[in-house]
């Protein structure tokens, strides 16, 4: 399969924790990585690999796989986290790129 | 700093054709492989080409394969999507994202701003 399915709608409230799932086959063979999307701009990168941050990302934000399904947690969510999120990784044949649907997070 | 600056969007007639450049700067460009990436008005993410670092390599997404073509110029440091029998499902924000890859690892470390194809009669 090629696509990697997330729940279009999450929310939680200020200063708690959230997961977002990421769910898909080939995610048994690729790591995922985790992108922030706020309107109007750009993706950015939040975590990749097994649990990967890059330089300025703030570590309420981490990462976790097993088996086929990928998550994006974040602990002690704050107000700026709210945004939509996109999973990513190889298709099963290892040429082609799939982002999930994403997930709208708001944070209550 | 890295930098990688999308132009040639604008708005063209179903059928069509059109070509996006991408402009990097602050890295080694002809070292990454790298991708485009569309958003249509108010959906997701949509990965549309990659090529390799040294051009020998495209792979597309189905939904432009036969009508997208990506190339690339390492001695100018250029990125390009031609776009051609444009539809109305092509609208979208184009993105160039540069790709890191290692050790088991993919990230798209670095996008453009992006650059808006709007196909329209």
């Known amino acids: 399969s090629s696509e990697l399915t997330q729940d279009p709608d999450v929310s939680v409230a200020l200063g708690q924790t959230v997961r977002i799932t990421c769910q898909g086959d080939?995610?048994?063979?690729?790591?995922a990585s985790w992108y922030q999307q706020k309107p109007g701009q750009a993706p950015v990168l939040v975590i990749y690999g097994k649990n990967n941050r890059p330089s300025g990302i703030p570590d309420r934000f981490s990462g976790s796989s097993s088996g086929n399904t990928a998550s994006l947690t974040i602990t002690g969510a704050q107000a700026e986290d709210e945004a939509d999120y996109y999973c990513?990784?190889?298709?099963?044949?290892?040429?082609?790129?799939?982002f999930g649907g994403g997930t709208k997070l708001t944070v209550l | 700093q890295v930098q990688l600056v999308e132009s040639g969007g604008g708005v063209v007639q179903p059928g069509r054709s059109l070509r996006l450049s991408c402009a990097p700067s602050?890295?080694?460009?002809?070292?990454?492989?790298m991708h485009w990436v569309r958003q249509a008005p108010g959906k997701g993410l949509e990965w549309v080409a990659v090529?390799?670092?040294?051009?020998?390599?495209?792979y597309y997404a189905d939904s432009v394969k036969g009508r997208f073509t990506i190339s690339r110029d390492n001695s100018k440091n250029t990125l390009s999507l031609q776009m051609s029998s444009l539809r109305g499902d092509d609208t979208a924000v184009y993105y160039c994202a540069r790709l890191e890859s290692y050790s088991g690892n993919d990230l798209f470390d670095y996008w453009g701003q992006g650059t808006l194809v709007t196909v329209s009669s």
């Open positions: 090529i390799s670092y040294d051009g020998s390599k495209k």
């Open positions: 990513n990784s190889r298709d099963s044949s290892g040429n082609h790129w799939v």
């Open positions: 080939s995610l048994r063979s690729y790591y």
């Open positions: 602050g890295f080694a460009f002809s070292s990454y492989s």
